[in-house]
């Protein structure tokens, strides 16, 4: 165990630079998803048949075939097809972006059918606009909804990164690994990225906690203000749309 700290210490800087990495995969790749979830979402519901069936297809390719291939072939199998090799970052953001953004649309399109008909039917009432209707009656209600879908996919997605040592790139699970690897120290390594990914969960699950509050606060709700500790259940499918690693 000493040997793992000394070297860890000693390894300080690359142990960082592992984190930021993956930190940034993780943030850009939610930022990827939430933009693809809002898309394909909204689409979802358009009133023209043949945009649906877009949305459809395009996410049931993505939830249909696993993250872990859909990694390798944009790093192995994309260059073979273009011509063009995307660092494995870009690869990676890519993939959780695509990836997680098709769970997302299905919890987008729940949070906008959830709103009362009631609600669509007034903006309608007062003549709002298709656009007005949606940013700002329909979306400020389907949002707070969202928010806790949203949160479980976000740590999902954070759990995904260590696919990234797969394809060769400098994130925590590496400089962990290669630790590992030069002092033998299994069970003190494994149980450091433990800690590590407990930890920025649970950083990542009070920012969407207060986004939360937020939300509902601007809907007039007083949610309970222990609410900004809360855990939540990753794994439960009806909250995900199913997501799963």
């Known amino acids: 165990m000493g040997d793992f700290f000394t070297t860890f210490s000693n390894d300080l800087p690359q142990v960082r630079s592992g984190l930021w990495v993956t930190v940034q995969a993780t943030l850009l790749g939610a930022a990827l998803a939430f ?60 993939a959780f972006g695509l990836n997680f953004g098709a769970y997302g649309s299905e919890v987008v399109r729940g949070g906008v059918n959830a709103v009362p008909r009631a609600q669509w039917e007034a903006a309608i009432a007062l003549n709002m606009s298709p656009y007005k209707r949606m940013t700002r009656v329909i979306m400020p209600q389907a949002w707070a909804q969202m928010i806790p879908s949203f949160t479980n996919l976000l740590i999902q997605l954070l759990k995904a990164t260590p696919l990234l040592w797969l394809i060769s790139a400098a994130d925590l699970m590496t400089v962990i690994q290669q ?32 986004l939360e509050r937020t939300a509902r606060a601007r809907l007039g709700q007083r949610p309970d203000k222990r609410s900004l500790l809360r855990s939540r259940s990753a794994g439960d499918p009806a909250l995900t749309g199913g997501a799963a690693q």
């Open 179 to 210: 630790i590992r690897d030069r002092t033998g120290e299994s069970l003190t390594s494994y149980a450091t990225l433990l800690v590590f990914y407990f930890v920025l969960a649970y950083i990542l699950t009070m920012l969407m906690n207060l």
């Open 35 to 94: 933009v693809l979830s809002l898309l394909l979402g909204l689409m979802a519901g358009s009133r023209l048949a043949v945009v649906r069936v877009v949305s459809r297809i395009v996410v049931e390719f993505f939830r249909g075939t696993s993250l872990y291939v859909q990694l390798f072939w944009l790093y192995y199998a994309m260059p073979q097809l273009t011509g063009y090799q995307l660092t494995s970052m870009i690869c990676g953001v890519v």
